[in-house]
């Protein structure tokens, strides 16, 4: 563990502009989705990226961690039997 | 300041970007071999691939005084065709003894299909055979976290393995503690869209330390960038890190792990003196 030397005042003023263009980008990005023809309500990438949002909006750290595996296939331990793979 | 980039495509790259890594500060480089944006059709092509890794590009580098290093394998894109993956890993220990050779790799997964993992572990069995480090490569995007478990799966099922001597590259915020944790090193790959940004590779120094992890810019034949190492330089003296950690990462990390192949015959290069008044 190495702490971050700067203050999360200071953090935050470097990432303020950075956040809120990247909030920015996401909202016009869903907003492109909806106003173009057809529907992607069914469609799993769209469950997937509201699950995303409410991850960020919560308190508990681990964030990007988290992120990363609403976007993640599941790991089965036993994947050798399941695909048929002999212990190496 | 000096870096090595431990990942690196460069017979992908042009001569140009060679120099431009100089002038940056690379002093030296290792290049696992991977997929050409094709798939090979025979163990000929495979052989002059590894002819131009070990000897071409070497000289190339050299032009520039940048140490040139390498891994050898086929890559898990092309291990769906089992019987030219065996010929393949056959021919291999031809290459091993030739300078700047590192070890086996990248191997790995890339869907996570049982062909791929059936040529990873024959893979393993022979850096195993040959006492050959082994540097491994990682799926994208969805098939990330499980194709590197079952990696880990894998790589822990082999007693003969020493952990220390193995790196699985392009781990990223939810897989990097399982790969640490299990006494691997790890290797934070800054690539557009699909792998890591410089910012993040700082935030994980900051969350797991210095220790077994490398940066690397896996700067190819797709958009990617080979000077980010530099880049996540840049980025650890903007968050205020000390000069020492950042040269832990990007120096001496490298080289404590390059150091356990018999390969490795680096010569850092001179510092100059401070001037006396």
Redesign the interface.
């Known amino acids: ?6 203050s999360a005042a200071d953090m935050l003023n ?1 990432e303020f502009l950075e956040i809120r263009a990247g909030i920015l980008a996401l909202g016009a990005a869903l907003d492109r989705i909806e106003r173009a023809s057809g529907d992607t309500a069914d469609d799993p990438r769209m469950a997937r990226i509201k699950q995303a949002l409410a991850r960020l909006g919560g308190e508990r750290p681990g964030r ?2 988290q992120v ?2 609403i ?7 036993a ?2 039997r399941t ?3 002999d ?2 | 300041m000096y870096y090595l980039d431990p990942h690196i495509h460069m017979v992908s790259r042009v001569t140009d970007d060679y120099e431009t890594l100089a002038k940056m500060g690379c002093v030296a480089m290792s290049e696992p071999a991977f997929w050409a944006g094709f798939d090979r059709g025979s163990i000929d092509g495979f052989r002059d691939y590894f002819r131009q890794l070990t000897e071409f590009e070497p000289k190339r580098a050299g032009w520039y005084r940048v140490q040139h290093f390498t891994w050898l394998c086929i890559n898990a894109k092309e291990a769906e065709n089992v019987r030219l993956s065996r010929e393949v890993i056959a021919m291999i220990p031809e290459f091993l003894d030739k300078p700047g050779v590192l070890g086996i790799g990248e191997i790995g997964l890339n869907k ?3 062909n791929e ?2 040529v990873f ?1 024959e893979h ?2 022979l850096a195993m055979r040959t006492n050959e480090q082994i540097l491994i490569h990682t799926p994208h ?6 194709g590197t ?2 990696i880990l ?2 790589l822990c ?2 007693s003969r393995i020493d952990h220390s001597r193995v790196l699985v590259d392009h781990v ?3 897989t990097i503690r399982h790969v640490l944790d299990e006494g691997f090193w790890a290797g934070m790959t800054l690539y557009p869209v699909s792998k890591c940004t410089p910012q ?1 590779a700082v ?1 994980m ?6 220790e077994r992890l490398l940066v690397n810019s896996a700067g190819d034949w797709g958009p990617s960038k080979p000077t980010a190492v530099p880049d996540f330089i840049l980025a650890m003296r ?4 000390p000069e020492s ?1 950042i040269r832990k990462v990007v120096y001496e990390n490298p080289i404590e792990f390059f150091s356990q192949s018999r390969g490795f015959q680096f010569t850092p290069p001179e510092v100059p003196q401070t001037a006396q008044s």
């Open positions: 563990m190495t702490a971050p030397p700067l470097r990007a961690e990363q595996l976007f993640s296939l599941d790991y089965d331990q994947w050798r695909l048929g793979v212990r190496g | 996570n299909t049982k993992s059936i572990l393993l069995d995007l969805e098939d990330k976290y499980k478990r079952m799966d894998m099922g082999d990223e915020e939810h993040r935030d120094i900051e969350m797991y330390g210095p903007l968050r205020g890190h950690l």
